[in-house]
Structure formats: C-alpha cells, structure tokens
C-alpha cells in the first residue's frame, strides 16, 4: 500500500500497534460527537478559488513567538505518545526539527523532557497540566527551563478526564481483573513487529517527567491513576500567576472555546491562545473548533498569536483553519498515526505531505505567504 495521506497512516497505525493504544489515539468522549464535528465542520469551510494570480513564489513560512519556522504548523503535545514506536517522542522531535516545525511536548510523555531535548538542537515547545501539587510544578518548570526550553503550552481544558468508553472497551482503563489483563495481553502478543520495537527495545517504560515523583518503575497503570488523581479541578485563571512566577518564557493557554475565555486569558497577560477542545476527548457536545475559532478571533485578534488544533489532516485544512482566523495549528493524531506506523520517517512524510498540500492549496486559493490568508479566502464569510 503507497502511503501518500493522513488517513493512510491511520490504518497502518491500526495494524501496527495494539489495540488498546490505537484506540486511545483515535477515540473521543462519550459518543465523541465533538470529535466527529471536528472532521465534519472543517470538511464543509468553502473555499474560493482564485485563477489567473501570479503565484510562482510561494513562501510558506511564518514567523511565530520570534521564530521563523517552515510553515504554520506545529506539532502538538500527546500523551504517551513514546508507546507508539521506540523513544517515540524522540523520533517526532528529530523530525519536527528536520522539517523546521516546532515540537510541543506532553507532560505525560514516555520519554522525559531532557531526553527530548537533548537529542535536538533547537528548543522544543512544553506542555503543563495544571497538577494539584505545586512543589512539583515547580521542579517540572525548573526541568523544562534548564533545557533552553521557552514556549509552555499551559492546557486549561482538564480540571478532570473526560468518560471515554474507547479506552475502557479496549482495556486501557478500568482493567484491574485478570479477564481483562489479559484481553490486553492478547492484544499486545497480535502486534510482534511493536513487541520487539517498543516492548522490548524502546525502555524504560516509565513517564520520565515523572519519575521524580512516582518513581522509575511507574507505567501504564500509574499514568492513568496519576492523571485521575492530580488534575486540579480547583484550579481559576488566579493560577497563571503561579506559573508566570515559575516561568521565565511564553506562556500559551490551550484549550479555550469561548470568546469570554479568549478575552479573560488576554487580560491575564498571556503570550498566545489556542483553539482546543482536547480532540474531542474532553466535554462531548462542545462546538468544533471550527466553529468556535471565528468568534474567538473576532473578538482577540491582533492582541496575541491565535492557535488551534482539531481534525486537521491535510495542507487545505491549514488553510480553512488560517482564513477562519488562527495564525497557525496544531496537529496531534496526524503525526502520531505517522509515529506509530513508520517512526521517525513517518513524521518526516506527514510534515512534507502537509507543506506540499499546503503550497498547492495556497496556488489555487491565489496565496503566496500565509499571512494574505484571511476569511477574504472563504466563500462563507461567517
């Protein structure tokens, strides 16, 4: 099978790594109606095709937070995203660096930040849950810093984890009796290609950001009672004053869909927004972030960079996000289905497929750099 889509890796990546794993990639909260309008709402943005422009040179870059990278994408934070393949964050970050993209990585990752960062040599982005312990916040933030990292995703849309019935089906949550411990063994013994790679070659399996806290041997099983047990529900907008005096770079807040939200985080002083609504995976009923962007640019625009992420598969979707009003996007399962089917090549494909669908989209759409996007390139202005 030539992979030349998204959508290719994400059936490679279904018979690449257990069950239980894709199913966490790929599964949203409760009936995942949000996730499903993610695809739906950005399939259905128009846009007007423009002929007879000159549109030989066309430069995709942009600059962002002080940064020229090679397009307005950014590889956005995933949770264990190392069990999809060897060191996967690792691989993700080396590729994100080849392709001159930025890497946000997830607290709950596989490997630990210094890790990541030292097998590149640009600064990777960071992504912090708001914990209930603060001591560890602290010596987390210190971590990150001491890397040369200076941008913090700060994810606000988890006070606690969404009901997602996906991963209690397949086995990943809930699976404390010997039925289903070993339904889960079943479906990691059907993937020997991922036992060999990622069980036995690509340890430690622990949550490296956390071994100072839950010990080296914390795995699977400590990372979903971690999660259950430290998100602060107790947590306002008075918090990013804690992390402000922690943190000496960018502080972007993840995971707004309202314009009240959008304004109340410029008036806490932060350095950007973005867009989220957790991949469908949080509150199931949430509007898409195609619906929620253009209101919330309308009402912050020009104040702070404007982020968001949601069902973007392809260069086209780039652009529909852009003349909805975002100044760049975030991908998650894109470039995780890549890592879980091919590795670091996989990333490296995803990240030339989008440039390369993203330029092509921009020649017929009548754009030669991003910034001439706007929702002048929509048939339907809303």
């Given amino acids: 099978m030539r992979i030349i889509s998204v959508s290719d890796y994400r059936e490679q990546a279904r018979k690449k790594i257990p069950h239980f794993l894709f ?3 790929d599964g949203g909260s409760v009936s995942e109606s949000t996730l499903r309008a993610n695809r739906r709402d950005l399939e259905q943005v128009s846009l007007r095709q423009r002929v007879l422009k000159d549109v030989r040179n066309i430069n995709t870059e942009l600059d962002l937070f002080g940064t020229t990278y090679s397009m307005p994408v950014v590889l956005g934070p995933v949770g264990i995203a190392g069990l999809n393949a060897r060191r996967g964050e690792v691989q993700a970050a080396r590729a994100a660096e080849e392709n001159n993209v930025p890497f946000a990585m997830s607290t709950v990752s596989l490997c630990s930040v210094e890790e990541v960062a030292g097998s590149v040599r ?3 982005w960071f992504q912090l849950y708001m914990a209930k312990d603060r001591v560890f916040l602290k010596e987390l933030l210190k971590r990150v810093q001491n890397t040369g990292c200076e941008i913090l995703l700060l994810t606000a849309d988890l006070p606690v984890v969404g009901t997602r019935y996906r991963d209690v089906r397949s086995g990943l949550t809930r699976c404390d009796g010997l039925p289903c411990q070993l339904w889960r063994l079943l479906q990691i013994l059907a993937r020997p290609s991922w036992v060999w790679d990622v069980g036995i070659m ?3 399996h622990n949550l490296g950001n956390l071994v100072p806290l839950m010990g080296s041997d914390a795995g699977l099983k400590d990372f979903l009672a971690w999660t259950d047990e430290n998100f602060d529900p107790s947590a306002t907008w008075d918090d990013i004053s804690f992390v402000r005096e922690n943190w ?3 502080i972007i807040v993840k995971g707004l869909l309202d314009p009240e ?5 410029i008036k806490c002083g932060v350095d950007g927004i973005v867009v989220s609504n957790h991949g469908g995976r949080q509150l199931d009923g949430a509007p898409s972030t195609a619906k929620a962007l253009p209101g919330i640019a309308d009402r912050v625009a020009g104040t702070v960079p404007i982020l968001v992420d949601g069902g973007i598969s392809s260069g086209t979707d780039i652009i529909r996000m852009l ?6 996007v975030l991908i998650g399962r894109a470039w995780v289905y890549a890592l879980a089917a091919a590795g670091h090549r996989g990333v490296n494909q995803v990240l030339h497929l989008l440039k390369e669908e993203l330029r092509i989209a921009m020649a017929l ?5 991003p910034s001439m996007i706007d929702r002048n390139t929509l048939i339907d202005k809303h």
Wanted: proline fraction near 7%.
């Fill in 122 to 124: 640009d600064p990777m």
């Fill in 248 to 250: 000496s770079g960018k």
């Fill in 23 to 25: 199913e966490y990639i």
């Fill in 365 to 369: 759409t009548g754009h030669t750099k």
């Fill in 323 to 328: 003349a909805l009003g975002a100044d760049a």
């Fill in 261 to 265: 939200d959008a304004s109340q985080a």
């Fill in 202 to 204: 690509g340890g430690p």
